[in-house]
């Protein structure tokens, strides 16, 4: 696979002189399988210079797969200016992550509208298809497509591409699931030593992968004040490659504030990282116009991914989910955001009271607190577990408890997933969405 990058920042197109080496458009990187086929990831502003490239030397009609890890602005900008959509004849699939709220075609069409843009999307010539996604995986233009939801605060995918014999795992926007990565013993730098749930599985989705482009926006002094704003440190995406037997790493999604000098001294923390853990693995930062020819080497097929789950529908909708915390602001706040996004939601402020209201109510998922007087969150989770009606009811533990032996006992005792307050609310919103999800 050739892959070549026409868009290495984050957040928002920053051109100037401080931006030259790496440069100033938005996320956007070209795969070429040996066989012709053209995957796209991301279409942010990064994405008009390559249309341009592909009007002037891909074969015609052009044929392309654009894989969009979610629709926040600088992953979408540069689509009303990708010029194989204004030729008749030419063919462009747009896939994206399912639950978003409103449809891809509805969300790419809405920056389209007149207001905002002189042609709409109803008015290109070329035929345009909308996939949408779930996580598992996908036969996408002669390739094998897996996708895994990302830590971002929306719905976003990360996509690993099994072709000519390698892998290409592309993981932006995201960031950790917790800030204790590894457990004290065994010794860090492998996946059983990952903390979090969340954290183990984004590392095994790069399992043995010839390249991981990966985001690494912020410094760990900056992500210190930048917490739950969905983007990771070299540190984190370092770790979790080497963990993951990664032959290549490529940082990415640079932010805006960052110059080339900076973006530089990034690179050279990051192989300094590295080279103190012993980690072997070629590391560089994402600049436009790197081109990269991944070699066919022993990749893992991805295992234990559901064979073609459920696309081309929206989030479950109208779930019934219970609250359990003895925070009443807590329980208002919860409750309040997952009735916007039209679940109904009911609450409990004990563990007694949450087991007599799963008897009576059956909810389909259930968010709980860990320090509850009384009953913890722990042993309110094991009792579920222990009863056959249920044993396999999604839970979102929500604390802050965000320590290691916690984050431990909850996935031990079965926990779905493990969410650290403060947190936002989109953050939950796609957290819980995505526990839906994976129980469908
Ligand atoms: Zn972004
Ligand atoms: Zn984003």
Known sequence: MRVRFWGTRGSIATPGPGTVRFGGNTSCVEVTTSGGACFIFDCGTGARPLGAELMAHAPKPISAVILLSHTHWDHIQGFPFFAPLFVRGNEITVCGPEGSGHSLAEVLAGQMEFTYFPVEISQLPA??????????????????????????????????????????VYLCDHEPFSETLWHDQPASGHAESIAHEGDRRHSRFMAG???????????????????????????????????????????????PTHDDAF??????????????????????????GLDLVVEPHSVPQLAGTPPAPHSDRDAPRGSHILVVDDDADIRILVHKALSRDGHVVSEASTGQEALASIDAQAPDLLVLDLEMPTQGGLEVLTLLRSRPATAALPVLVLTALDDEVNTRAGFDLGATDYLTKPFSIPQLAARVRTCLLRRA
């Open 127 to 168: 035929t345009i298809n909308f996939r949408e996604l779930g996580e598992g995986t996908h036969d996408i233009g002669g390739a094998r497509i897996v996708a895994q939801y990302l830590h971002h605060p929306a719905m976003a995918l990360g996509y690993r591409i099994e072709a000519d014999g390698a892998a290409v």
């Open 263 to 288: 973006v530089e001294a990034i690179e050279t923390r990051a192989r300094g990282y590295a080279e103190q853990h012993g980690y072997a693995m070629r590391i560089g930062c994402a600049y436009e």
């Open 209 to 255: 992968a010839g390249l991981v482009i990966h985001d690494a926006q912020y410094t760990p002094e900056e992500y210190q004040s930048r917490k739950n704003w969905g983007h990771s440190t070299y540190e984190y995406a370092v770790g979790l490659a080497a963990a993951a037997g990664v032959r290549q790493l490529v940082l990415t999604h640079h932010d």
